[in-house]
C-alpha cells in the first residue's frame, strides 16, 4: 500500500453534498459534513500556514427542503470536484442505503471526472456507496459503518469491505466508519499532507485523542473502563513520558495496581489493542516526531524511543510505515531544528502506524463508540 509518506502539503479540499431533495441532510449526514469543513475549511494559520482551501460542491440551485433541517448552500458546482487535491464525500442519501435507490449520476459522473484528474479520493461512512457506484473501490479494501458494511458488500462484490476498522488508507482512496471515525480519518489526512506535528497539536485542540490508527476496531465489546478512575489513564500518561525506559507489561500493570493479567484485559477492552502494541505505537510515534523535528541521529532517536538503537528502530519503522526512518526524515524540513532538545509536542505521540499494519494507538478517554 503507497501510504504517500512524503507530505504534499494543504492543498484544496472539495466536499461533494448531494442531500436527498425530498428531506435534504440528515443530522448524521450534518454530522460528518460538519468535521469535514471543521478540519479542512478553518484556517490555522500557527499550525500550517497556508491551510487548506475549502470546496463545498453540490447543485447551488437547488431549492431548500422544507421538510429538511439543514440545506447548505454549495460554494461551487460538483463539477468542481475536478481539479480538487483531495474530494472528499461525506455522505450519501439515506434512500441510496436503506431502499437501493441508486447513487445520483451527476455525482457518480464528477467522482469519476475527480479521480480521472489525479484527486485522492475519501469516503466518510455511506460516501464509500458513492465511490463504489463510480467504480473507485473495485479491487480495494474499504469500510463504512458496520451497520452498512453487509449492503455494501452485497451491492459491490469487487469491493473487499472490511467491517472491522475505522479507515482504510489504499493511498489514493481512503474510507472511514462513521461519526467519529470520520474525524480519526480526517486527522489522518492531515497527518499525511502536513506531518505528525500538525496533526498532533490540531487533534488536542478539537480535544480529541491525538490519533486513532485505522485499525482499531469500530465496535468493543466492553469500550470503557468499568470506573473514571480505573489506573489506566495516568499509567499510560506516565509511560508515554517514559518511553525511553525498557517498560514491561508487569511494571505498567504495577503502576496500575492490577495483575498483569487484568491489565491487558482492562486496556484490550478500553482500546482494543493489547499493552505491547500500545508500546510499540508510541515508540513509533515519538520517533516520527523526532524524525520531523529534530535533527538527532537515528541511533539516538531509536535510545529516546525505547527502541534500543539505530537497527532496531529501522526495523520496526520500515515494517510499519514502508519506508527507512532516514527516507521519512528526507520528507520534512528539519534543518531549522534544534537538536539540542526535544519539542515540548513531542512529548505526546502525535501519529500511529498506517492502516496497512494495524496497530491501534488509543488512550482509554477516547470514544469508542463510531456508530449510528
Known amino acids: ?59 447551488a440551485a437547488a431549492e431548500p427542503v422544507a421538510a429538511g433541517l439543514f440545506t447548505p448552500r454549495p460554494t461551487h458546482p460538483l463539477g468542481g470536484l475536478v481539479g480538487a487535491d483531495t474530494v472528499i464525500v461525506p455522505s450519501v442519501p439515506d434512500a441510496c442505503v436503506e431502499d437501493g435507490e441508486p447513487v445520483p449520476e451527476a455525482l457518480v459522473e464528477a467522482l469519476r471526472a475527480a479521480a480521472a484528474s489525479g484527486a485522492r479520493m475519501v469516503s466518510l461512512c455511506t460516501g464509500a456507496f458513492a465511490l463504489a457506484a463510480a467504480g473507485l473501490l473495485d479491487g480495494r479494501r474499504a469500510t463504512a459503518h458496520w451497520q452498512h458494511t453487509g449492503q455494501l458488500a452485497a451491492r459491490h462484490p469487487a469491493v473487499r469491505v472490511d467491517d472491522s476498522v475505522l479507515y482504510t488508507d489504499e493511498g489514493g482512496v481512503l474510507t472511514s466508519a462513521g461519526a467519529t471515525a470520520a474525524l480519526d480519518l480526517c486527522l489522518h489526512l492531515v497527518r499525511r499532507d502536513l506531518g505528525a506535528q500538525v496533526a498532533g497539536r490540531l487533534a488536542r ?36 513520558r517514559h518511553l525511553d525506559k525498557p517498560l514491561s507489561v508487569a511494571e505498567l500493570a504495577r503502576r496500575a495496581r492490577m495483575s498483569p493479567r487484568t491489565f491487558h484485559r482492562r486496556l484490550l477492552a478500553a482500546t482494543g489493542t493489547t499493552p505491547l ?46 519506508i527507512p526512518p532516514s527516507e521519512y526524515r528526507r520528507s ?34 477516547a470514544p469508542p463508540w463510531t456508530g449510528r
Open 277 to 322: 502494541r500500545w508500546l510499540l505505537t508510541q515508540r513509533l510515534a515519538l520517533a516520527q516526531s523526532l524524525l520531523e523535528t529534530t535533527g538527532l541521529p537515528v541511533e539516538r532517536i531509536g535510545e529516546r524511543c525505547g527502541l534500543g538503537g539505530a537497527a532496531n528502530l529501522r526495523h520496526h519503522f520500515t515494517r510499519a510505515f514502508g
Open 332 to 365: 520534512f524540513d528539519a534543518s531549522t531544528a534544534s537538536t539540542a532538545s526535544t519539542p515540548a509536542a513531542a512529548s505526546t505521540p502525535a501519529a500511529a502506524p498506517p492502516s496497512a499494519a494495524p496497530r491501534p494507538a488509543l488512550t482509554p478517554s
Open 205 to 240: 485542540r478539537l480535544v480529541v485523542p491525538v490519533h486513532r490508527g485505522g485499525g482499531q476496531a469500530q465496535f468493543i465489546e466492553h469500550p470503557v473502563p468499568e470506573t473514571d478512575d480505573d489506573g489506566l489513564g495516568p499509567v499510560l500518561q506516565w509511560a508515554t
Open 1 to 59: 500500500m503507497n501510504t504517500s509518506p512524503v507530505p504534499p502539503g494543504p492543498g484544496v479540499v472539495a466536499i461533494a453534498v448531494v442531500p436527498d431533495p425530498r428531506v435534504g441532510l440528515s443530522l448524521w449526514e450534518m454530522y460528518e459534513l460538519t468535521i469535514a469543513c471543521t478540519v479542512f475549511g478553518i484556517p490555522q494559520p500557527d499550525l500550517a500556514d497556508p491551510w487548506y482551501t475549502l470546496r463545498l460542491c453540490g447543485d
